[in-house]
């Protein structure tokens, strides 16, 4: 790569990315990435997510373009319920991709909601989870922020595609801050994660701890270990994850709490060779009902694969 092409991008509402994408809004910003909603001469609209390749030495950029094609080459999955890729670009030197866009609620919206079909939406997010855990890849941020619930009633995991690497992120996290307030989703990391080796596996199971602690959120409106706006909540967190404090009481009047409490125990407990192994085994407690998968036409998910070596 000629570092001389990569130039800063400072896109913000009415700009046009790459002559094809107008930004409608900014969504967020990392020390990676940027995400805005953007739209098509044809009127389609798109999540776009731009990788700040200007941010990164000279001297790495190479090695970052091949981890962000590599990522997104494995990304490539057909789901119903995942946002997929759609197309990726280049624009002054810095990688795109484009995501499907939803007219949808993040799930923060539907926290305790009387009216919400959990069992269904608790499926649905297994289902893609499954999907992904099946193509090779891991999550790493399931959160409520990441998982949307269409107009149309559809419940999708979205920002799977992690540009800049999965470690770099987790690791970021647990980096202290100037600010004495708690990055919330540290609630959502599984405990093998709070003193995260460099170069250690990162496993599925860790997915399966972070669905607990959305499936808890969904069910009470609470988060499982306590209270977490400060640093020293973030201690007390801690300490609650490892003993696998959670707080079973809060579930007493659920109409399904033996079932939730079996599924709770399964992905709750901090180490992470005791969690369900893989998705199908949660699934197999929830009540049986009509939600079943839905497979994508052209899906590699369930097709079989042949391994000739190794």
């Known amino acids: 790569m000629n570092n001389n092409t990569v130039k800063r991008c400072d896109f913000r509402i009415h700009d046009i990315i790459d002559g094809k994408y107008r ?3 900014v969504l967020s910003s990392t020390q990676t990435y940027q995400q805005f909603k953007v739209i098509d001469s044809s009127g389609k609209e798109y999540i776009l ?9 000279p001297r790495l950029r190479s090695n970052m373009i091949v981890s962000a094609e590599n990522e997104i080459k494995s990304c490539n999955i057909k789901s119903h319920y995942l946002t997929n890729i759609v197309q990726t670009g280049i624009v002054n030197g810095n990688p795109y991709l ?3 866009y939803f007219k949808s609620l993040d799930l923060t919206h539907y926290l305790r909601n009387p009216r919400l079909n959990v069992v269904k939406v608790v499926k649905d997010i297994l289902y893609g989870l499954r999907d992904l855990h099946k193509s090779g890849k891991v999550h790493c941020q399931i959160m409520p922020e990441n998982i949307l619930i269409t107009d149309a009633g559809r419940t999708m995991i979205t920002n799977y595609v992690v540009l800049g690497g999965r470690g770099n992120l987790l690791s970021a996290k647990n980096k202290t801050s100037n600010s004495r307030y708690i990055d919330k989703s540290l609630a959502y990391q599984a405990p093998e994660l709070y003193n995260l080796d460099r170069y250690v596996t990162l496993l599925p199971t860790i997915d399966v701890y972070s669905f607990g602690v959305v499936l808890f959120q969904l069910l009470t409106g609470e988060l499982p270990f306590g209270r977490l706006v400060t640093e020293s909540d973030w201690i007390n967190y801690q300490s609650r994850a490892r003993s696998n404090d959670w707080n ?12 939730w409490i079996s599924v709770l125990d399964m992905c709750l407990t901090s180490d992470a060779n005791s969690r369900a192994i893989n998705i199908d085994e949660i699934l197999d407690i929830l009540p049986k009902d009509d939600n079943h998968y839905v497979s994508v036409t052209g899906s590699n998910v369930e097709a079989p694969k042949n391994i000739l070596n190794g």
């Not at 997510?49 to 030495?57: M, Y």
């Not at 079973?248 to 079932?259: A, K, S, T, Y």
């Open 23 to 25: 930004v409608e809004r």
């Open 49 to 57: 997510k731009l990788l700040k390749l200007w941010e990164v030495e």
């Open 98 to 100: 484009l995501t499907e």
């Open 248 to 259: 079973r009481n809060i579930l007493l009047r659920n109409d399904l709490r033996d079932v």
